[in-house]
């Protein structure tokens, strides 16, 4: 039998964000985050599916998708940003 996981991460108060920071500044934020969201996937292993204030991605393992997660929450942290983050 064959486990996989699904992640859902979604940026706490994403809307109030770009409203506090005006168009551009939030665009600039969103390419970074997106940058470092992607850039954590390949060394767990996972795949995105889609992408919109957050992320719904696929990954083989449970284990992986957890350890993605913990990864991903951190980063956020540098970026000054929050999310939830389901599995």
């Known amino acids: 039998m064959t486990t996989h996981a699904l992640l859902f991460t979604d940026v706490v108060d994403s ?13 600039r934020l969103w390419a ?8 954590l996937l390949a ?3 996972g795949r995105e599916i889609d992408r919109t204030d957050g992320f719904f991605l696929l990954f083989e393992r449970v284990s992986a ?21 389901g599995i």
Do not use: N, Q
């Open 65 to 85: 998708a957890v350890a993605y997660a913990l990864s991903y929450l951190e980063m956020l942290g540098s970026l000054g940003l929050r999310a939830r983050a």
């Open 32 to 39: 970074e985050h997106d940058r470092h969201a992607r850039d």
């Open 43 to 45: 060394p767990h292993g």
């Open 15 to 27: 809307t109030l964000l770009v409203e506090r920071l005006g168009d551009a500044d939030a665009a």
